[in-house]
């Protein structure tokens, strides 16, 4: 069964950058499209971004659109989440989920499956 990790989290200033990654074991990733989420305190699961499964479909959020990146390596089964031109607002735990399929249909939590335990993103000002 598919495990999923997520790593690269941490503290940084606004303004700042950070590297996510969300690691398969178990099973390879390159059967699914892969969904970054986060989830702050009290907040709902936030749909961030999705890949698909050959990284031929991009979806991000409006509000992260012009500061985030998502990319993966599926010969190391690996989806990175490049985040640049860090907020406070960012802070959050950072999720990683798949589809049952290929394709990113929507950035709606109740889509994936498998998630990671996260991985946490502090900005401060």
């Known amino acids: 069964q598919l495990q999923l990790v997520e790593s690269g989290g941490g503290l940084v200033q606004a303004g700042g950058s950070l590297r996510l990654s969300c690691t398969a074991s178990?099973?390879?990733?390159?059967?699914?499209?892969i969904g970054w989420f986060r989830q702050a305190p009290g907040k709902e699961r936030e749909g961030v971004a999705c890949?698909?499964?050959?990284?031929?479909?991009?979806t991000l959020a409006p509000s992260v659109r012009e500061r985030f990146t998502i990319s993966r390596d599926n010969g190391k089964n690996v989806v990175f989440l490049e985040m640049n031109r860090l907020e406070r607002e960012d802070s959050a735990v950072y999720l990683c989920?798949?589809?049952?399929?290929?394709?990113?249909?929507?950035?709606?939590?109740?889509?994936?499956?498998?998630w990671g335990q996260g991985t946490q993103v502090t900005v401060s000002s």
């Open positions: 890949i698909g499964a050959i990284g031929h479909m991009l």
């Open positions: 989920g798949r589809t049952h399929g290929q394709f990113c249909s929507q950035l709606s939590k109740y889509e994936f499956v498998d």
């Open positions: 178990g099973s390879t990733l390159e059967n699914y499209a």
